[in-house]
T-cell receptor, first 112, second 112 residues
Framework: DAGVIQSPRHEVTEMGQEVTLRCKPI?????LFWYRQTMMRGLELLIY????????DSGMPEDRFSAKMPNASFSTLKIQPSEPRDSAVYFC??????????FGPGTRLTVT | GESVGLHLPTLSVQEGDNSIINCAYS??????FIWYKQESGKGPQFIID?????DKRQGQRVTVLLNKTVKHLSLQIAATQPGDSAVYFC???????????FGKGTHLIIQP
């Protein structure tokens, strides 16, 4: 199995630019989660979807962040405009049961 | 200068010894408690879970103990191996399609 696929693996961008992170969940998993990991705040849940529908986006830090899941095999997390404090590793995870989530390799975002 | 980040607790054990990693959780409404392992440069990986109506569960070389009275969770790893070196996170969830709330993590170092 391919596992959860994320792209790009690394992204370096300048402040003010739009950033789009992509995720392909494991086939057959009906829940998808976006997390952010920083040294300051650890692992934080940003938003999650069930059957392609956003369930809880209370973890999204600001209106600059948005996420979509147009179909069962694809999701995006967009930051517009990006700021240096958005620098982090962003993980996508998918699951059948929420307690057993399968994480992708992450996208390391650096905003200069 | 750099921001002050999380100072992860570190547990150093001799190869072959048993390891015990502890975690305090906060949400009494959580129904599942889970341990994840994160190796450097990778996403978190599911190890084992325990439901709130249990106090002990065993897996391969791992045992999770749950004490709801004091809101404490522990992970025991038997006969620790070099491949066990990683950061270990406890997490909790209400189950269903809910996301995970992660603890701060413990860095396990295996001494040869």
């Amino acid at each position: 199995d391919a596992g959860v696929i994320q792209s790009p693996r690394h992204e370096v961008t300048e402040m003010g630019q739009e950033v789009t992170l992509r995720c392909k969940p494991i086939s057959g998993h009906n829940s998808l989660f976006w997390y952010r990991q920083t040294m300051m705040r650890g692992l934080e849940l940003l938003i999650y979807f069930n059957n392609n529908v956003p369930i809880d986006d209370s973890g999204m830090p600001e209106d600059r962040f948005s996420a979509k899941m147009p179909n069962a095999s694809f999701s995006t997390l967009k930051i517009q405009p990006s700021e240096p404090r958005d620098s982090a590793v962003y993980f996508c995870a998918s699951s059948v049961h929420s307690y057993e989530q399968y994480f992708g390799p992450g996208t390391r975002l650096t905003v200069t | 200068g750099e921001s002050v980040g999380l100072h992860l607790p570190t547990l150093s054990v001799q190869e072959g010894d048993n390891s015990i990693i502890n975690c305090a959780y906060s949400n009494s409404a959580s129904d599942y408690f889970i341990w994840y392992k994160q190796e450097s440069g990778k996403g978190p990986q599911f190890i084992i879970d325990i439901r709130s109506n249990m106090d002990k569960r065993q897996g391969q070389r791992v045992t999770v103990l749950l004490n709801k009275t004091v809101k404490h969770l522990s992970l025991q790893i038997a006969a620790t191996q070099p491949g066990d070196s990683a950061v270990y996170f406890c997490a909790e969830t209400r189950g269903g399609a809910d996301g995970l709330t992660f603890g701060k993590g413990t860095h396990l170092i295996i001494q040869p």
